[in-house]
């Protein structure tokens, strides 16, 4: 990558953050939003009323995370074609698909709490490996997805693409396992 592209894809002040610093900084952001999400959907109380549209957002759930799953994958075509430009904004447009996915998901829960899987025999064991490695992966993407994107931003695309390689396929996998979730539950509900 010449100096040039290099200089058009960092940016300066995430430049003078040290390593510690960041990796600290994005555990605790992650621990923390992982915490307030078991809390939120297991361990408080749900609203005492729901608008009619939050019925609707798992729908947007799914959609949001169908687009990040295209854009992840695009994303990667296109790195691997050298078109690091295209790369950051598909990436980019990815993270923001993502996160409104979690605010969408985030409010649906603060309204419905948490869901129950009614579904009887083999589908109940699949549906729960699914759903079981979705939980566990998601609160190891979200670190994932921030390391990444700091070793983007401050130039270091050799680290970059050290973490990028786990980065990629668990956040294309719980991207679309978050989808298969909706499809089951779609179904047994």
Known sequence: MDSKLNEQLTVDFIKKISIPKAIGLILLISTFAFLFLVWLIYFRETAD??????????????????VSTVLIILGFVAIKKRQFVKHMKLMLTAFITSSLFLISY???HHYIGHTTFPGEGLIRPIYFFI?????????????LVLTSYYF???????????????????????SITGVVIFFILNAYV
């Open 131 to 143: 759903l079981i490695s979705h939980i566990i992966l998601s609160a190891f993407v979200v670190p």
């Open 49 to 66: 009323t729901t608008a009619p549209w939050v019925s609707n957002l798992p729908a947007l759930n799914a959609l949001l995370n169908s």
């Open 152 to 174: 983007a931003f401050a130039g270091k695309f050799k680290t970059h693409r050290r973490v990028s390689k786990w980065t990629f396929p668990i956040w294309l996998y719980v």
């Open 106 to 108: 985030l409010v649906y």
